[in-house]
């Protein structure tokens, strides 16, 4: 029998710990009663009560919207920046841009909502944009955010990519650019994907910063939840977290699976491949005699 050591009973500490709380809001977002801390049934009724609360589900729809955004540019600048880093290897201000684009995971917060906003009331003095603070501000701050854990996942991609492929290509005619969309996106597209759903997770979960660079309506649903909570917990916000949690859940579960699915097709893929290379090495190829006529005998 296998004892129960140390480290197994730290691991299930730490899952309890984690996981415990979000099962606690999950049940008390079917508590019936108005007060959190006291248990007045099952009920479904603050879920269905959503529907009216259109403050807070215009803040949700607002999160989606602006986390959306977020993970598509900060794909885009997080590749683009994380290519430069690993592809160009000598250039002028090299370590001072490595040191720019990591910058914001050291930066506190506080410190880059500050700066940002002191950067669009300039802007907004000088050239007139922006003429007020909303969702697009609040989108620039979060890509500003979310691009540099984008390039830090990409290139440690691409520094394990083999360059062959790449270099046989543009050996056979294949134009750098055509190269880069056909060949180098493909084979980072899991990196890819991890950086827009951490970018997409960030961007949502994300307070400092959106409420720097926020203006008169648009309230994220971080915003509204923290305001709320101030004045006590409201059911409806154990039901929105409730439904977050769920949603969430439901994405990694899809991703993990056809993921999982796409790794067995390949290994299928491998693996037959190699049975089928071992066959034709295995057959012997048939020689062929010339027929024995009884002229020639």
């Known amino acids: 029998m296998k004892r129960f050591g140390f480290s197994k009973l730290m691991l299930v500490l730490g899952l309890v710990f984690i996981y415990l709380p979000m099962l606690i809001l999950v049940i008390y977002s079917f508590n019936a009663s108005k007060l959190v801390t006291v248990w007045g049934g099952w009920s479904v ?4 009560g959503l529907l009216d609360n259109t403050q ?9 919207e602006i986390a959306c955004y977020t993970a598509v540019a900060a794909v885009a ?5 994380a290519f430069v880093l690993t592809r160009v290897t000598r250039f002028k201000g090299r370590t001072l841009f490595g040191g720019l684009v990591t910058a914001p995971l050291v930066m506190p917060e506080v410190i880059t909502g500050l700066s940002l906003l002191l950067l669009f009331v300039a802007m907004a003095q000088l050239i007139g944009w922006p003429q007020e603070r909303g969702i697009v501000t609040i989108w620039i701050a979060h890509t500003t955010f979310c691009a540099a854990y984008v390039a830090v996942v990409v290139s440690a991609r691409l520094r394990e990519l083999d360059l062959s492929i790449e270099e046989a290509a543009m050996d056979l005619g294949a134009r750098p650019w055509k ?9 980072i597209a899991p990196s890819l994907a991890a950086g827009g759903m951490m970018s997409f997770a960030l961007s949502l979960d994300d307070l400092v910063l959106a409420s720097f660079v926020s203006g008169p309506g648009s309230t994220t649903l971080p915003m509204e939840v923290f305001s709320a ?4 917990v409201k059911p409806e916000i154990n039901a929105v977290a409730s ?3 769920l949603s969430v859940s439901l994405v990694t ?11 067995e097709r ?7 491949a190699i049975e089928e290379s071992a066959a034709g090495n295995w057959k012997q190829p048939e020689v062929r005699r010339p027929a024995v006529t009884p002229a020639s005998a």
């Open 45 to 48: 009724k603050w879920y269905v």
């Open 77 to 81: 600048l997080g590749t683009l920046a």
């Open 253 to 263: 579960f899809l991703v993990w699976y056809f993921s999982r699915q796409a790794e």
């Open 266 to 272: 390949r290994r299928r893929a491998i693996q037959q």
């Open 243 to 245: 439904l977050i949690l």
């Open 229 to 232: 909570v101030r004045l006590g």
């Open 56 to 64: 807070l589900m215009g803040s949700v729809m607002r999160s989606l």
């Open 179 to 187: 190269v880069f969309f056909l060949i180098t996106i493909p084979m």
